[in-house]
């Protein structure tokens, strides 16, 4: 029901965060560095103010665990995956609700946003991504093709591709601007996806105990 902030250069806990009501189940830092949100199996979404560790807000709009959360580059959005089969896209200036998104027909686990935050990727047990445009609040485009939840998410920098990871034991490198789409098979679960910054590799974590590098 906590969550700990940690100097990473003197290894000591700066802040506790309490207030969640059973366990704490996601967490992301704010672009501003002055804040973080969790997420909880309690429904709720916390903003903390980092100095002092305070709670400054809490943001309801769940029906169930919050499962996953991250704020969009430049920190303007904030959006929450939950266990409700939605996502709730949150204007972090106001801290009010933008969207609500529906359209899956599970828990929704993998969640990111575009690097140049129009666009926001979904995936949930359903074995299906969805893509959403944050202009309108639409769904754009469905991808396909995994067979086991979708626990990872991650856009390439130029935003043309997206990497996804999945319970099927295969990660997929799919072009956003055509139907092409890359399998790679992977030797168990994947929890875990993520893009180098230059656009050159892709990485894995699986339930086996190990990460991939892939060029």
């Known amino acids: 029901s906590m969550a ?13 965060l309490a207030g969640h009501r059973g366990k704490v189940t996601s967490v992301a830092f704010h672009p501003d560095g002055a804040h973080l ?9 916390r903003i903390w103010a ?3 560790g305070t709670e400054v807000r809490a943001l309801s709009g769940h029906d169930g665990p919050v499962t996953r959360i991250a704020f969009g580059p430049g920190g303007k959005l904030l959006a929450s995956a939950g266990a409700d089969a939605r996502v709730v896209v949150w204007d972090t200036r106001t801290w009010t609700k ?13 969640l990111a946003f575009s690097y140049n935050t129009n666009q926001l990727a979904t995936g949930a047990t359903d074995a299906k991504i969805r893509l ?6 639409r ?16 856009f390439a920098p130029d935003d043309r ?12 490198l799919w072009s ?3 139907d092409d789409v890359e399998t790679m098979k992977q030797p168990s679960r994947v929890h875990g996806v993520a893009y180098s910054a230059d656009g050159r590799y892709v990485a894995t974590t699986s339930a086996d105990h190990s990460a991939r590098v892939i060029k």
């Open 37 to 45: 949100a969790t997420g909880g199996e309690d429904s709720a979404v």
């Open 161 to 172: 591709r997206l990497f996804s990871g999945a319970m099927d034991h295969t990660a997929r």
């Open 176 to 178: 956003l601007g055509s």
């Open 98 to 110: 933008k969207y609500v998104l529906t359209g899956h027909a599970g828990t929704v686990r993998g």
């Open 4 to 16: 700990r902030v940690w100097d990473v250069v003197s290894g000591s806990v700066t802040a506790t």
């Open 132 to 137: 959403w445009d944050l202009s309108t609040g």
């Open 50 to 52: 980092l100095a002092g």
């Open 139 to 154: 769904s754009t485009k469905v991808l396909e093709g995994h067979t086991g939840q979708i626990i990872g998410l991650a």
